[in-house]
């Protein structure tokens, strides 16, 4: 089966008034069909920088970026992007705001949309259906956000740190919810994270990057024993801890090495 997401020796610079700084460096990578990924490493080693190019918001400067076989071009509603920040409409409804990628999309339907209510209530904002966004804590309006992508149910889903501005209780319940919602419909999933343990808890694979530019360090296969757990308990297995402190290890010299 062709990769999800295939990238052939991509760099990509960015542009500025006096110079071109370059993000990322011959980078290649490859994705399969239901694989969940997970994107780790210093700040400014190159990650978002991916997770634009493989949603269609950036054109590398070079290389080859495929999706399925096909050439990348601009956005595509397969794509689900979960931006770092949430950005939810404020004069809309916490519903209406969960079901904007359908109304985009035109596929707001009544099971789409009782699809998405349940969704909501599964992530713990049953009740704030008819609240407004400045009435949610931080962590509701990223719950919500993570709602509005999940609900166009994409083949192919990016999250950018989407967990981070949570509490750590709500933190670990959604990572189990959105891994087990994932692992059931089989979406494939590419997901940046600073959380080592989520990481390894959620992925089956973890990518390390380093930084300039940014490059592949190395990939950590997850065992199948971790992978099959759901990421709460995954925690407490035997070689978990062990792998965690491989992982950091290896990301504090890929940290250091650029000082
Ligand atoms: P990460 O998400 O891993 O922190 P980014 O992909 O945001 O890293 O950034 C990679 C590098 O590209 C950094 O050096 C960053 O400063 C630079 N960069 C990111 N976005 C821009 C931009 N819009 N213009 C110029 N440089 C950028
Ligand atoms: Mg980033």
Known sequence: MLPVVEFKEVTHAYLGDREASLAIEDLNLSVGQGEFVS???PSGC????????????LQASRGEVLLSGRKAAGPSPEVGYMLQQDYLFPWRTIEDNALLGLELTGRLTGSSRAKSLQLLADMGLEGKEQAYPAQLSGGMRQRVALVRTLATDPSLLLLDEPFSALDYQIKLQLEDLVSETLMRRGTTAILVTHDLSEAIAVS????????????????????????????LYARDLPGFAELFHEVWKEMELAGREEM
């Open 39 to 41: 994107l780790v490493g």
């Open 46 to 57: 190159g990650k978002t920088t991916i997770l634009s190019i493989i949603a269609g918001l």
């Open 204 to 231: 089956s694979r973890v990518i390390l990057l380093q930084p300039n530019p940014g490059r592949i360090r190395r990939i950590f296969e997850i065992p199948e024993a971790i992978r099959r757990t759901p990421p």
